[in-house]
């Protein structure tokens, strides 16, 4: 089992080294005098040994798969032992792209761009599957098979994500290929250089220059793939509807019969269908008069069976303190949906909207700025309507038949006539076709009047998406006005996967790996949100050992998430990696615990419906319990100490990116941006889920709402964590830890649901609608990191753009989640 | 905002570096540099405190993994008869989340379906590792692998993975999985007395 690492590295060494390496010795027998070859072997080797031992590779992380990478650059694996630490910032500096997670089609031209600025000679590690092939979100429609596709791979580093050790592996397959080469055959000493790849271009599908010539007539020979509907059900049960929810329900149709009269919703369960021409009125109504302050969520579901598309709003009342939330629903019509939009009564529907106008096409009249944001203007259809086919499409719903029994391997690029992953539509003409990007910026016209009696000259900035501190591949455009931000449009989707599409095609339970994925400092949380949405509809009670795994998981892991936040909020503010160490290191000991546990450190998939998927390892307690009562206590005391009280810490922070408690609720910002500024909201408390109204913690708050209470209300919250995991490792029971049998295919009750639950970046909420069959109708997340980003413009203003760093840092995004 | 300890602050978090910096050489000392990484699934388990660095020396030194943990999948085979245990009854395939997994039903020369497959094919290029497919085998056919260390220089052939390279020994099983590996004979050890005591 154990390989020894010799012989690793000489099962990789390429066989035309081998050759070389034969040819030379056969020289240096036969011939007596020193040759020119074999000088020149010498010289290799010096040459080699001086080129592997100094890879220097760019900063550029795409998705999970680049936490692993910060991992393996850390101190735990320390990439630096093999020369290749300097991670550098700029391609023009760097030898190695590690293309580290899913290379999306709005991302790809990007990433082509920095591999032409590499100088020779420059190599490319594909790490992980999304990186090789697309992985598991292949099927996706804004996802590249693969990235060699574009650009040379020189090594393929499997694993979803390759744990660091994999990495470093992977490293050493690269540097085994670099002792190879030979100084005599190296094409980057001669001219002329290689070509650089051309970047391609954003058309209605990702538009290759290289396959224009070919495009008009191909596209006449490309099939279109036609639906193969699922087969209709049977049995269909129906989900009751809790009580509570009808309760408040009915009390407010009371309210708004009174108000409004019959004419302006109807009562459907649970929800209030609203007319379109009152939605504003009672919207406002609801706000002002009843307390519900708070937008949690918007999305649509599209019934194409019906011709219509569904636009739903949940509303609950911070005011009030909580309680269920009233769904409000607004029919339109499928082939010209029109809606008027909530923008003026709620500011945190902008996004959500956004991205319904872009995933349906529904337009919202009277929003201020309605343009598509998880896909590109120009972008062909609305892919999350049911009648959108992606390009790989093989069937509605997921098993494949062509899987099994007469599964023969068959990759879908074989299938489609581009042989990748894009379809264009019939009447595409390229030759007529400008591909031109749109940048528009919004400023306010009282702004710029101003600015033009200062008399300065404006510019924009586009910070991102590949830069090391907006965490990811995300963008900001700035308009600054000197070193002032005057605007700022965050633009996103560079990592955007296609989640939700790709969660309708799945069974139920296959959405528990990529739940995983979303925000993938947050397995568990992800994990414990969708088991808890599905289990409202299933109805199953879980077993109490279940619960309290569950709670243990998902405190530890708020933990070692803000912790990476804190080390990397510090990062921003110029801390460059001293406080990440030390923060990774103790999240590094929380992933043991995961790996041990649930088989993954980042990807645990290990929630199912009705509890866990394998009870704790014997070793688990005594190891978790030691890790809780003295290793994080002082590890966050030390954190505390070391950053809280620091000068710099404070000025660069104190009164900086500042949003009243007012903003805060009315852009629908949740988790810890409530709770810094002033609005004491968990929803561990204010709408318990699980267990948690059993232990006794506070809900921090601070009334600041700058970055220092950004920052520091993560400490207190690690604090109420570790008094959490106390009280629950000291109660958990024994007994089982899955209700019922373990079923591989689940049908969920027909019936729709929302279910949340408080995450280290806020709420992350799934809406759900089942048809009674194996898989979701519509399947929407609610992302917490997506919805805080509509405050970030609100944020910046005024600031200087060394602030708009640190201020991204609080709000922590974590792009899986922001895109999905 | 700042009182007469303007500074000191900034003093202290310097004085935690340092400590930091100098615990590292302290446990160099102490240990004469032989010095296992601290890790949940060592003896050394998890240090209390924080001392030094943890640097694990790969690939001189490796951090063992745990028993769950899981890479690509693998499908076993009895070590003494060389029996496939896998009968194709396809639901590794139908609960796979990527639809990675291609089977193709073994048919007897009467054309009529056998419980064993004929060609298998895991696409790991699209592959989660979530391990669905060992955990809902009821067969204990298919288990994630363990080794990680598997990279490639080309992806189209090596990455597909067909039935002669996915196959592992019962041997090998037993020995990266012990504790499932002695859980599942207990459980068939179980079953097969039960079957006998039925016959009887």
Known sequence: MER???????????????????????LAQTVLVTTWDKLIKNLDALYNWGRKSSIWPMTFGLACCAIEMISTAASRYDIDRFGAGLF????????????????????????????????????????????????????????????????????????????????????????????????????WYRSPLSEPVPPPLLGPDIVDPRQIPVLAERIEQQEEPQRKPPKKLHRVKVAKIPQPELEVTEKAAHFLRERFGDEAFKQDGNALIVEPNYLQDVAKALRDEMGYDYLANLTAVDYIDDGKIQVVYHLYSIRNGGGPHIYLKVDTDRDDPQVPSLVPVYGGADFQEREVYDMFGVRFLGHPNLRRILLWEGFDGFPLR??????????????????????????????????????????????????????????????????????????????????????????????????????????????????????????????????????????????????????????????????????????????????????????????????????????????????????????????????????????????????????????????????????????????IGVLSAEQAINLSTSGHMLRASGVKWD?????????????????????????????????????????????????????????????????????????????????????????????????????????????????????????????????????????? | MFGFDFGFNFLKGMAITAKHFFATYVQDIKTMGKWDPPSANLETGIPAEITGYITTQYPEQRLPVPERFRYNPMLIYEQETGDIRCTSCGICAKVCPPQCIWIVQAKDSAGKTIPQCQEFYIDTSICMQCGFCSEYCPFDAIKMNHDYEISTYERHESWVLDMQELLVSTRYYAATHPKAWEREEAERAAKEAEKSSVER
């Not at chain 1, 990789?12 to 070389?20: E, G, K, R």
């Not at chain 1, 292949?138 to 990495?167: M, R, W």
Request: proline share 6%; net charge negative.
């Open chain 1, 88 to 187: 550098r910032a700029t391609p023009r500096q760097a030898d190695l792209m590690i293309v580290s997670g899913t290379v999306t089609k709005k991302m790809v031209p990007i990433i082509i761009r920095l591999y032409n600025q590499m100088p020779e000679p420059k190599y490319v590690i594909a790490m992980g599957a999304c990186a090789t092939g697309g992985g598991p979100f292949k099927e996706g429609y804004n996802v590249v098979s693969g990235i060699d596709k574009f650009i040379p791979v020189d090594v393929y580093v499997p694993g979803c994500p390759p744990t660091p050790q994999a990495l470093l592996q992977g490293l050493m397959t690269l540097q085994a290929k670099l002792d190879g080469q030979s100084i005599k055959h190296a094409p």
């Open chain 1, 4 to 26: 020894n690492p010799k012989d690793v590295v000489r099962d990789l060494i390429p066989d035309y080294a081998a050759d070389i390496l034969a040819e030379d010795e056969h």
């Open chain 1, 683 to 820: 929803l561990r408390r204010n709408d318990p889920y699980s267990i948690y109204d059993r232990f006794d913690f506070e809900i921090p708050v601070l009334y600041g709402g700058d970055i220092y209470d950004r920052y520091y209300i993560r400490i207190l919250e690690m604090w109420q964590s570790l008094r959490i995991l106390e009280q629950a490792l000291e109660q958990i029971p024994e007994g089982d830890v899955l209700a019922g049998q373990k079923k591989w295919s689940v049908r969920v009750p027909k019936g729709e649901a929302y279910g949340h639950v408080e995450n280290p970046r806020g709420e992350l909420g799934f809406y759900v609608v089942s048809d009674g069959g194996s898989n979701p109708y519509r399947y929407h997340v609610r992302s917490g990191a997506f919805i805080n980003l509509t405050a970030l413009s609100h944020m910046a203003k005024g600031y200087k753009v060394a602030d708009l760093i640190g201020i991204l840092g609080s709000i922590d995004i974590v792009l899986g989640e922001v895109d999905r």
């Open chain 1, 386 to 655: 049911k009648d959108w086919l992606e390009a790989y499409y093989e069937q509605d719903h997921k098993p494949f038949d062509s899987r099994w029994p007469e599964g023969h391997h068959r990759a879908a690029e074989d299938r489609n006539i581009w042989g990748r992953n894009v379809r264009y539509p019939g009447d595409f003409d390229p030759e007529a076709w400008n591909p031109m990007r749109e940048d528009v910026m919004v400023v306010q016209p009282e702004e710029l009047a101003r600015l033009d009696e200062v008399r300065s000259e404006k510019i924009i900035v586009n910070m991102g998406p590949q830069h090391p501190s907006t965490h990811g591949v995300f963008q900001m455009r700035v308009l600054l006005d000197g070193e002032t931000v005057v605007d700022l449009e965050p633009v996103m989707g560079f990592m955007h996967r296609n989640h939700e599409k790709i969660g309708e095609r799945n069974a139920w339970l296959m959405n528990f790996p990529y739940t995983d994925r979303l925000d993938y400092l947050a397995q568990m949380g992800n994990n414990f949100g969708y088991a808890i949405t599905v289990e409202k509809l299933l109805g199953v009670q879980v077993p109490e050992r279940a619960e309290y795994i569950r709670v243990i998981m998902a405190e530890l892991n708020r933990i070692q998430s803000h912790m990476w936040s804190i080390g990397f909020l510090l990062n921003d503010l110029g801390a460059f990696f001293t406080p990440s160490l030390y923060c990774i290191e103790e999240r590094e000991m929380i992933l043991d615990l995961f790996e041990m546990v649930a088989g993954s450190r980042l990807m645990v998939n290990y929630f199912r419906f009705g509890g866990v998927a394998h009870d704790l390892p014997e070793e688990f307690l005594p190891l978790v319990k030691k890790l809780v009562r003295e290793r994080l206590p002082r590890a966050i005391e030390e954190l505390d100490r070391f950053l809280t009280t620091n000068e710099i810490v404070q000025v660069r922070t104190k009164g």
